[in-house]
């Protein structure tokens, strides 16, 4: 699609707009909505990444909490044993490259296998590296975890400044950018030939096989790909967080990458970004005003796999050809 | 620009921060008026595990003392005539959800201060909040001794200007064990160790290691066990700790492990020939009931027993009323979270009548954090001083189980208490180089 089509086409507007109205909202939000929306957009890259695999390859991973521990482990790791080199435009290519590395060698073994084999694989290696975070306590913090402080970015140093400032000034455009950077890749991903070549392997593998698509080696590819999402959600998350424990490996957390894709609707581009940030705003809420927030977040999920088993976005999207459809028969 | 309008914005939005609220006290001190005290309950978030494993033994006794202390409280006038409106908040959900319940507290529901946190975890991420959103927090419950430390001794104090911990670290548990047997077993030469494989069993055996080596430096450790945390199968560490045959083993097990280790142990004969030494095994007793084994030391984190009577009268007539009154609601004799939660409420309790006195009338933030500061006050396990590094120190209760008629469980005998200055590092010093110091 060239520049022509886009202009044409009303969902690069939308994009736009949305975009444009991004930009403003630390002038609109509170402190603290503006720091859990931070939360929701750097949840949105994991969601971005983990679709890739769900969604367009076909793939459910219950392990996806490894490659976000690699993202927030490698910058805990560096503050702690190399703070000279605790800048972000360091940091954030450290991030990337582990997360790559972690997701090579963890997709090289899953990938050889599909469906329920898969996601299990994912668990289990997901869980190693929960096992080493937790053990190696000396190293990482374990349970405990580790802290870490303000980053420096191109030599801007924030020390003095306290981290609600840091996160609604310089760090929530940073983060904007990174989402925006994200979420432009991706889609040239998903609507290239290799994109279409993964959706060909999702619907139908041995069809893909025969028209002379490398199976095995695409869904690495993607695997790779969808772990560098999410370990950058995981750099990024590490800052608004301040505080990096062991259980980002867990498979209960990787249960709630999965969750917040399934609420927003994994069929659809935007779907997990949408349940990313509903899904912030959902668990907060929920244990803000009742000790019984797991029966809320479980019954949500038995409602939304009932009602809307494509999610909130696949929801309207639904919702929106119904409408085109009755406007154009009139 | 872009810094630039983050600041204005973030001023902007932090009406009650540090800064402004600082700047607000500074005015009205200079201008000699006294504060009004407002009309509104004082609201108090208590963060406790009220699901998960941690919930039976620990956060819903302590969730229930808050109650019941704020009831007290609220029955005998409230804070400067204000009610208590307390809420009770689940610290389960991870560690970032409790960062994001804490900012949420202070920032949106904007309580006047967070009482809470049994894991180290929460705590190491949580109290650096305080500062950071100009919010008042107390830890009541957790344990790492890191949490108040600095990275070198000597180091600076405080760590965070707005957070505090009611009460000592893991740190008493163990060293109290440690001082317990050498005066009691002089004798022994062999110990072993089981702690779960986390930061905190880590942590306690850490210390307790650490004070044996040096007080009685002739004891082997001839075995280290660190079975998982939720462990339901002890009957291998079981067998591999009586091959070894210590004469004592130390042991920070808690909630269901420390239950199902001592059922199982019981059952293949493992308390004949050896000893416990439990640094948090207060609790078990009471849940065991009568097959609980007799003749294992136990630590109380303090003196939080309930039939501790404290030296001075007001601590000793509020253990009173303490004991009585738990047992009255809940049909139990309040453990060791239960004292601390008290600690924790009644801290901010007597912090802000303090400062209330210096500045007449209702304190900023920091006014009470200073009043906190160095305050010592009466608790029913004893009179309670948190320190100028904001964290508390407490003297600390060891003894022995003993079955008596009177009572359906073992009860301690041989009680000894360790008084704060013999079990706590000064301040400024790391706990392991203060026991590596001793002479």
């Known amino acids: ?330 | 620009m872009k810094k630039e309008v983050s600041r204005r914005k973030f001023l902007k939005y932090m009406g009650a921060t540090a800064l402004t609220a600082g700047s607000l006290g500074a005015t009205s001190k200079a201008l000699g008026q006294a504060k009004p005290i407002p009309k509104d309950p004082i609201k108090i978030a208590a963060v406790s595990f009220l699901t998960g494993a941690a919930a039976a033994p620990f956060g819903i006794p302590g969730d229930n003392t808050y109650k019941m202390c704020a009831d007290k409280i609220n029955a005998e006038g409230g804070i400067l005539g204000r009610k208590i409106d307390l809420q009770s908040k689940d610290e389960a959900g991870g560690v970032d959800a409790q960062v994001k319940l804490c900012r949420k507290l202070i920032l949106e529901d904007k309580v006047d201060v967070v009482l809470g946190y049994i894991s180290s975890a929460s705590c190491l991420a949580v109290l650096p909040l305080a500062d950071e959103l100009g919010g008042l927090i107390v830890a009541y419950d957790c344990g790492t001794h890191e949490l108040m430390e600095g990275a070198k001794s000597p180091y600076d104090v405080p760590k965070f200007k707005l957070g505090f911990r009611s009460k000592a670290h893991l740190g008493i548990d163990n060293i109290a064990l440690a001082l317990y047997i050498k005066k009691n077993y002089p004798k022994i030469n062999k110990i072993a160790g089981i702690n779960q494989d986390y930061a905190w069993g880590r942590d306690s055996w850490l210390i307790f290691e650490t004070a044996m080596k040096k007080l009685m430096p002739q004891v082997q450790m001839v075995k280290t066990l660190w079975p998982p945390l939720g462990n339901t199968d002890f009957t291998a560490h079981i067998s591999a700790l009586m091959g070894s045959e210590p004469d004592i083993v130390h042991s920070s097990l808690w909630g269901g492990d420390a239950v199902t280790f001592s059922k199982q142990a019981l059952g293949m004969g493992f308390f004949k020939k050896i000893r416990m030494a439990y640094s948090r095994g207060e609790p078990y007793p009471q849940e065991v009931g009568k097959d609980y084994p007799e003749g294992q030391i136990i630590c109380c984190a303090g003196t939080h027993y309930f039939l501790y009577t404290p030296k001075d009268k007001a601590s000793a007539d509020l253990q009173k009323w303490f004991v009585g009154e738990y047992q009255k609601r809940y049909g139990k004799y309040p453990s060791y979270p239960c004292y601390h939660a008290f600690q924790a409420i009644f801290a901010y309790k007597h912090s802000v009548e303090k400062a209330a006195k210096a500045v007449g009338g209702w304190p900023t933030i920091e006014e009470i954090a200073k009043a906190m500061t160095g305050i010592t006050f009466p608790t029913p396990s004893g009179m309670l001083t948190i320190r100028e590094d904001h964290n508390g120190i407490e003297d600390c209760l060891v003894g022995i189980t003993k079955l008596t008629p009177k009572y359906p469980f073992p009860i301690l005998d041989k009680m000894e208490i360790f008084p704060a200055a013999q079990v706590n590092a000064p301040i400024g010093m790391k706990t392991v180089d203060w026991i590596n110091s001793w002479k």
């Open chain 1, 1 to 330: 699609m060239g520049l022509t089509g886009m202009v044409k086409n009303p969902r690069w507007i939308v994009y736009s707009l949305i975009f444009i109205a991004l930009l403003f909202i630390p002038r609109i939000l509170s402190i603290h909505d503006l720091m859990l929306f931070e939360y929701g957009i750097t949840f949105a890259i994991v969601g971005l990444g983990f679709n890739l695999l769900l969604g367009y390859t076909g793939l459910l991973s219950f392990g996806h909490g490894a490659y976000f521990a690699a993202g927030a482990y490698t910058i805990a790791m560096i503050s702690k044993y190399f703070p000279q080199a605790y800048s972000l435009e360091i940091l954030i290519p450290a991030a990337l490259f582990f997360s790559m590395v972690l997701s090579i060698i963890f997709g090289f073994v899953c990938v050889r296998h599909t469906k329920i084999f898969f996601s299990i694989l994912a668990l289990s290696l997901s869980m190693l590296l929960f096992a080493l975070l937790f053990k190696l306590y000396h190293i990482t913090g374990g349970s405990d975890g580790l802290r870490v402080p303000l980053p420096t970015l191109l030599g801007m140093s924030f020390k003095g400044i306290r981290r609600p400032e840091f996160l609604s000034g310089t760090y929530y455009y940073f983060l904007l950018g990174m989402f925006s950077v994200s979420f432009l890749v991706m889609k040239g991903i998903v609507s290239s030939p290799f994109g279409k070549a993964l959706q060909a392997i999702r619907d139908n593998e041995v069809r893909a096989e025969l028209i002379g698509i490398r199976v095995r080696r695409y869904r690495l590819y993607a695997f790779v790909i969808s772990g560098m999402f999410v370990g950058l959600g995981g750099a990024l998350w590490t800052f608004v967080n301040g505080h990096v424990t062991a259980d980002l490996s867990h498979w209960v957390f990787s249960g709630e990458i999965v969750y917040m894709t399934l609420l927003g609707g994994f069929g659809i581009f935007e779907g997990p970004i949408v349940g990313a940030i509903i899904f912030t705003y959902l668990k907060l809420y929920a244990m803000g005003n009742t000790q019984y927030w797991m029966f809320v977040i479980g019954g949500t999920l038995i409602v939304l796999v009932l009602l809307l088993p494509n999610g909130i976005a696949g929801a309207f999207a639904g919702l929106w050809t119904k409408i085109k459809k009755v406007i154009e028969e009139t």
